[in-house]
């Protein structure tokens, strides 16, 4: 377990590597003066550009400057946002933790909505129940995620006036920032109206997250169904069902934890996906986290602020992506174990 | 009293022209205390046979018998619950590729404490942990695993072939059969750990007076370990007699083939000769011939040959053939 653990942390090292080396290299390709792109220092006088390129080491080759530039990234210097002139870094901090809290909701909501719906769909195989569900992941799948969020408005939040349309929590609560997970400062609050504070918050989260997790959790029934039906048609099913023991024991002791283990496995390549879905969902919520920023700093060509984003979302995604994988091992035995030949 | 009786039993595979009969009215009886060998090719029914008998059959297959008794139980009257009830008290199966048939996920331990019958624990429900624990462990002892500490915590990679048999070995004794259908069980182990896997077979069928279901490809082996033996060709009976009637004076040409096609160290074989067989392969199931199918294959097939023959008895030893080599023997 040590080494497999061991093995995913150099991967993680390589790969955040290589993204530095990516996002290094587009402060070149991005049009404009590769120092102003890297510090985001537009209005800088002709002295102060001057210690900045000291600073960055640009008069040594590009391997002093890459490496000067894995310096300030290390000490969280990401540079100054273009159009704002905060820190990138302070900025992230702001925005990344109402991102998180969007992402792993869903993810959660995917998760157990999905892969129960899955199991069943392939437990009732080539009955109504299966085709149904099939049907239905089919048609989730396909609705485009901003359309379903601008109709998931106007019928939930206009029409119905169940759910609000936009932002985080109501503007008359006022809750500190700690950790920037909003639910979880609620709870951290000593405010006298934290329960109605709290109830807000849900409310606001609840429309972004349907939509966010709606595509994954039809790929995730998809998954499980597959991963279900293969695990039922396997010999150690059969042996179970010689062994006498109930359809129902087979299911919950045996085919469960084997089919679940083949499903989170893809959860993890899932995660990208859903924060690109996140993105685009945070825009039309006017939900205030990194996706809506970056997609806004695009619109607004602030170079610096596109190559911190990038470093900071696909660290997310990777980090999200060892956590499962590490599940994954704790709950595979195989895995776990180092490959040899056989 | 018998203690299966089996009598014309097929086993349908539907499909959207018309129906193939991969086990085609087969009989089969055993009486207690017997092991009895069930021989034939690959792709000769023997194991969806076995699968029909234990009833783990998936849907696509239909069975079907003329009389299905087990210990003077009519077993074709009963629902399909009350026939699992009986069967999966009565009747084991170990299967071939013993490694497949754990739970990759699940260790020994566990599989082998959710075999113990639970009509056997005594006591509270907080002692029954304890004592499924102790059964987990008595069964490993029985199969001849010394080290139970290590094999219950251990996952099935963790072991070898003939291990993982044991241990299958071991969740089959569990409910004290009356039973045992062994489906190949030494396929793919070497021949050390084949004797072992034999050799506690037959303990346990002394010990505990334990009929043994033995299905295996290899008639030669089956012999040392079996009171009878039944010989299966591509879905339909062959033959059923006592070891030494099969092996000594086979009656039907393709026992005769499979005794002859076994080679014998005992015997000269000239340099470069020719190894006894029969010509061709055993019929898939979409090109069955009709009558006997053994028919296109068989050296003494006539036209008669393209009806199923009457099953023939002489004293004990049933043979379907139209044309039996009796008269071979004096």
Redesign the interface.
Same mark, same amino acid.
């Not at chain 1, 709950?331 to 195989?334: D, Y």
């Given at each position: 377990m040590l080494i497999f653990t061991l093995r995913r942390f150099s991967l993680f090292f390589f790969t955040l590597l290589l993204l530095t080396m990516l996002s290094f290299s587009l402060s070149f390709l991005f049009p404009g003066e590769q120092l102003i792109n890297l510090t985001g220092q537009i209005s800088a006088s002709p002295e102060q550009l001057a210690i900045l390129a000291d600073e960055y080491q640009q008069q040594s080759g590009l391997l002093g400057q890459y490496v000067s530039y894995l310096k300030h990234l290390f000490q969280g210097d990401m540079g100054y946002s273009m159009t704002s002139h905060l820190p990138i870094s302070t900025e992230v901090l702001n925005r990344l933790p109402a991102t998180v809290e969007l992402a792993s909701v869903a993810l959660l909501v995917a998760m157990f909505v999905g892969i129960p719906v899955g199991f069943c769909a392939a437990i009732y195989h080539r009955k109504a129940a299966d085709n149904l569900i099939l049907t239905i992941a089919m048609i989730g799948y396909s609705i485009p995620v901003f359309w379903l969020g601008i109709l998931a408005i106007l019928v939930f939040s206009i029409q119905l006036g169940w759910f609000p349309s936009s932002g985080q929590i109501s503007l008359l609560f006022e809750i500190k920032h700690i950790t920037g997970l909003q639910l979880i400062d609620i709870l951290l609050s000593d405010s006298p109206y934290k329960w109605q504070a709290f109830q807000d918050a849900t409310r606001h989260l609840i429309l972004p997250v349907i939509v966010v997790a709606l595509a994954p959790a039809t790929i995730f029934m998809r998954l499980a169904r597959s991963a279900m039906l293969e695990v039922l048609d396997?010999?150690?099913i059969?042996?179970?069902?010689?062994?006498? &023991?109930t359809f129902s024991?087979i299911i919950y002791?045996?085919a469960m934890?084997?089919a679940i283990?083949k499903v989170i496995r893809d959860i993890g390549l899932q995660f990208a996906n859903l924060i690109t879905i996140a993105m685009v969902t945070e825009v039309i919520f006017s939900w205030p986290g990194i996706g809506s920023w970056l997609i806004e700093s695009i619109y607004q060509r602030d170079y610096t602020a596109i190559q911190g984003g990038l470093i900071v979302l696909s660290s997310f995604i990777f980090i999200v992506h060892i956590i499962i994988d590490l599940v994954y091992a704790a &709950?595979?035995? &195989?895995a776990r174990e180092p490959r040899h030949g056989t | 009293m018998n203690l299966i009786d089996i009598r014309n039993l097929s086993i349908k595979l539907q499909t959207s022209t018309k129906p193939i009969f991969a086990v085609d009215r087969v009989n089969l009886t055993m009486k207690e205390g017997e092991v009895r060998g069930l021989v034939g090719e690959s792709g000769s029914g023997k194991s969806l046979l076995a699968q029909a008998i234990v009833g783990v059959l998936d849907e696509k297959w239909a069975v079907d018998a003329d009389r299905f008794h087990w210990r003077g139980n009519d077993l074709m009257r009963l629902s399909a619950e009350e026939r699992k009830a009986i069967i999966s008290k009565d009747v084991a199966m170990i299967f071939q590729e013993p490694m497949a048939c754990l739970d990759p996920t699940t260790t020994i331990g566990e599989q082998l404490e959710e075999a113990v019958d639970v009509e056997q624990l005594t006591g509270y429900f907080w002692q029954k942990r304890q004592q499924r624990k102790l059964a987990a462990i008595n069964l490993l002892h029985k199969v001849g695993i010394k080290q139970h500490e290590v094999c219950v915590k251990s996952f099935p990679h963790q072991l070898t072939d003939a291990l993982c048999q044991r241990v299958m070995i071991a969740m089959a004794l569990a409910r004290r059969p009356m039973l045992l259908i062994a489906d190949e069980p030494t396929a793919a182990m070497e021949s050390t750990n084949q004797g072992q896997i034999f050799r506690l077979l037959a303990s346990l069928n002394q010990l505990k007076n334990m009929s043994i279901l033995l299905i295996s490809h290899d008639l030669e082996n089956v012999t040392h370990w079996t009171n009878t033996i039944t010989v299966m060709y591509s879905g339909q009976f062959v033959e059923a007699g006592t070891t030494e009637q099969i092996f000594n004076q086979p009656y039907h040409p393709y026992t005769r083939a499979l005794v002859d096609s076994s080679p014998k160290a005992n015997r000269m074989i000239p340099n470069k000769s020719r190894l006894m067989t029969l010509p061709g392969s055993i019929p898939t199931l979409q090109h069955l011939p009709i009558g006997c199918r053994l028919g296109p294959r068989c050296p003494r097939a006539q036209q008669k040959c393209v009806h199923a023959p009457k099953i023939k008895n002489f004293h004990s030893h049933q043979v379907s053939c139209h044309f039996p080599l009796k008269d071979n023997y004096s």
């Open positions: 396997t010999h150690y059969k042996a179970a069902k010689a062994k006498g &023991l024991q002791r045996h934890r084997n283990i &709950l595979n035995p &195989l | -």
